[in-house]
């Protein structure tokens, strides 16, 4: 059952991957985001006070304690968040290069034109 869980969250990890490479940040990604922010909270409560449940569906994926499976979770979110973060710095890197050139462009001595 193990090998099944590691398989699962190998396919996850590459899937989310994937998603998020695809495109940029429109509607329908930051409802996605909203929507699985809403459900970790959700989750988050519930196993705060119920954690003997949450050691119970580890167990059920064939994970020996509940803190294991945050922990898969963590690493998951961590490498959706780092993916997220570089998308969002390369568009922020292109919009500054572009930005630069155009000032540049606008700032440039015309030898054809006047000075004051």
Known sequence: MQ???QI???L???LVSLALMRGGSNARHLAIRRILLVLFALVAA???FFPSILTSVANVFGIGRGT???LYALIVTFLVFMATT???FRGLETSLTLLS???ALDEAVRPWEEKD
């Open 46 to 48: 519930f196993s705060v």
């Open 12 to 14: 996850a990890v590459v």
């Open 8 to 10: 699962v969250l190998i």
């Open 68 to 70: 294991d499976l945050v």
């Open 3 to 5: 090998i099944i869980v």
């Open 101 to 103: 050139r155009r000032i």
């Open 86 to 88: 570089y998308q969002r």
